[in-house]
């Protein structure tokens, strides 16, 4: 029998800038989210049967040493990088776990602690695992660097040529993410910005200003997941939230069709997109309240189309009408997403997981999502790493 698998603890650290919190090691940082999620389901660390712990940059077993703050039990403790997904993959283990029975309580947590700056390379003598997604770029778009908005930016153009998008709709987007910032606590920038001063930043590569990329961050996140069985026998059902579907997709043959937009996991998310669809009978229409993964503007419009949120070449539309923000049809990225919140690579996924936890359970306070959290109400998370894997997750309440 497949168990249903439930999101009952979440916690986070506020995302920072690299450095600003003197001391602030992986450590202490695991240690405040994965309290707080304890503390939010109610439960010792005893209760936890095993860990599945996400970062990008560190040593092999940091996952253990960051674990080792909550307790020393001798669980399982997995360590997972996959990029920018890596905080759901981390979920997605767990998750699975739960549903196959192997566990009944389960840790899902995720850490960075980075360097400022432009992302880079760690090891030098060895093939990169993007090369051949850069190499595929390079033949049909000028190279710049740094890669990751290069890629994305290139994505972006792209689709303008296509269908028409201006770099208005993209600043639009960073406008909306940066507004949405301001009622989140835990985001490493709450400034308000204009849509004239999002066009007129810094240009990182057309037509990504400096306001609409995400910025490098110190941060954890962390989940604690648990079985049917677990939540009825501890009474947790009240403030439960159910994984509906929950989907992982790595890169397909279709990556390297000669699309930029292929090239920067498109197609991995709508493939990821259409099985949750097929596997919780949701769609588009029952979803309340997105957090995606807007590594920059442009991968944000891409992602409107890859969900289904609207058909192919029509984000533009989407974004004039207001879609996507609160009085819209869906309010995306309520949480400032990761232009604005930040973006500490290990975390991410599980920052995205909180959110939608508390907007689901009605506890987002000044960012609360109209009818998120009225009964039948549905959420969907997205997160993406290239190289690649893209995790898609949809969740409802347990109860209600």
């Not at 974004?319 to 996507?324: D, P, Q, R, V, Y």
């Amino acid at each position: 029998m497949v168990s249903k698998a439930y999101v009952v603890g979440v916690g986070m650290t506020k995302f920072e800038k690299p450095g600003r919190r003197e001391g602030w090691d992986y450590p202490a940082m695991a240690r405040e989210s994965g309290t707080n999620a304890l503390a939010d389901a109610g439960l010792p660390y005893e209760s936890v049967e095993q860990a599945y712990v996400g970062y990008v940059y560190g040593e092999s077993t940091s996952g253990q040493r960051a674990v080792y703050e909550l307790g020393m039990t001798g669980i399982p403790v997995v360590n997972v990088n996959n990029n920018c997904s890596t905080g759901s993959t981390a979920l997605y283990l767990a998750a699975q776990a739960i549903r196959g029975g192997a566990a009944n309580c389960v840790l899902a947590l995720g850490f960075e602690k980075m360097q400022p700056g432009s992302l880079g390379a760690t090891y030098d003598d060895r093939e990169q695992p993007m090369m051949n997604h850069i190499q595929a770029l390079a033949e049909i778009s000028e190279v710049a660097m740094p890669p990751a908005p290069w890629m994305f930016g290139a994505a972006g153009r792209e689709h303008m040529k296509q269908h028409g998008s201006t770099p208005e709709h993209f600043a639009m987007i960073g406008e909306k993410n940066h507004r949405h910032s301001a009622g989140n606590p835990y985001a490493q920038f709450q400034d308000v910005y204009s849509l004239a001063e999002i066009l007129d930043a810094e240009m990182i590569y057309e037509p990504l200003t400096k306001l609409q990329c995400s910025p490098t961050s110190d941060g954890s996140g962390a989940a604690i997941l648990a079985s049917e069985e677990f939540v009825a026998s501890h009474d947790l059902a009240g403030q439960a939230i159910e994984i509906a579907a929950q989907t992982m997709t790595t890169d397909f043959t279709s990556t390297f069709d000669g699309t930029a937009k292929n090239i920067v996991g498109y197609d991995m998310t709508a493939q990821a997109a259409r099985r949750v669809y097929e596997q919780s009978g949701l769609g588009p229409e029952d979803i309340a309240v997105i957090e995606l993964h807007d590594c920059f503007s442009a991968n944000e419009l891409l992602t409107y189309e890859a969900l289904g949120l609207c058909g192919e070449g029509e984000a533009p539309s989407l974004i004039e009408a207001g879609a996507t923000t609160y009085g819209g049809r869906w309010v995306v990225n309520p949480s400032g997403g990761l232009i604005s919140k930040g973006h500490p690579l290990g975390a991410t996924g599980l920052a995205q997981c909180a959110e939608l936890t508390w907007q689901l359970r009605g506890q987002a306070g000044p960012r609360q999502v109209d009818g998120a959290a009225s009964k039948g109400a549905a959420a969907l998370q997205h997160n993406i790493g290239l190289g690649g894997a893209a995790v898609v997750t949809a969740y409802r309440p347990a109860q209600r």
